[in-house]
């Protein structure tokens, strides 16, 4: 397959059970690989290191994927004319791998992003109803994106340009257990309440300038949708929320692997945010400057307010 004129950025931590598997996916198209590391204490970088085309920089983990991301595009110094966005424990199909290295050269110059679907591959099994396909900008013409400073639900946002939307998945499979799982969401929880309150309060600011960004259509559309979420009564949402990914989007047809995968991430997590969403109200009232500094103080979360 031939190399593209592409560079791609994966944040790590900690990645080694994962890390070879994507840089043996991705390498043989790319013309150079950045990974940004927060100072790994288990094999990912002697693994990374192996790989000519791949340079380590690290950084320091500031809790914030966004601020630690676009570090990663400023000082990567990257030099070709496209850029591509990858979690360590994610990896391209076969054949989005082949539409990339056949499609990729002859878009027009107008063309500045490139919209992709992600699968969930959960417990070994591909998570085909309740929430694929994701559709997520992930390829972008060099300079003409970052991406966008929130807590939670972070996309890439286009500056100018066009988009177009490839035909294959990527792969999102991690290798980790469920307690694992587990200790990553309720890690998320509070990130994900202080993103729901944001949008009730305007904390930060970082929820209500949607409509100058370009993103995608189903980015957009999630995002809306997640507004209207947030106006909903506490727990009643998260339930809500399950009962329409299991049911209505047949996420039950997906056997055993599909109720864990719908119940941990579409109910339970949801419910454990609400349950930090009531904590943080608990404390603070309808007060936005003492929710701020609750999060603060209590959570470590802080954001430049816009």
Known sequence: ??????????????????????LDNICPIAKAVYVIDSFSTDKTIEIAQN???????????????????????????????????????EYFLPELLEEC?????????????????????????????????VKMLRLWRNGASQCEQRLMDEHM??????????EYDFC???????????????????????DLLDIEYNLYGSSVSDDEKIMNHQAKQKRSKKHAYAKQPLFWR?????IYRYFFKLGFLEGKEGFLWHFLQGWWYRTLCDAKVYEIKKACGDDPKKIREYLKTKYGITIEKK
């Open 51 to 89: 790989y000519d085309k791949v340079k380590v920089l690290q950084n320091k983990w500031e809790n914030n994927y966004a601020k630690q991301f676009n570090w990663g595009i400023e000082h990567a110094q990257i030099d070709t004319t496209w850029v591509l966005r990858l979690d360590a424990d």
């Open 101 to 133: 290295a056949v499609k990729l050269p002859l878009l027009d110059e107008n063309i500045t992003g490139v919209v992709m679907k992600r699968r969930h591959i959960f417990l070994d099994k591909w998570m085909k109803r309740g929430t694929y396909p």
């Open 1 to 22: 397959m031939s190399e593209l004129d592409l560079s791609v950025i994966i944040l790590t931590y900690n990645e080694e059970l994962h890390i070879k598997r994507c």
């Open 157 to 166: 946002q286009l500056f100018y340009g066009e988009q177009v939307e490839f």
């Open 238 to 242: 998260s339930f809500a929320y399950f």
């Open 172 to 194: 999102d499979h991690n290798l980790n257990n469920l307690t694992w799982f587990v200790i990553k969401h309720a890690n998320y929880a509070v990130r994900e309440a202080a």
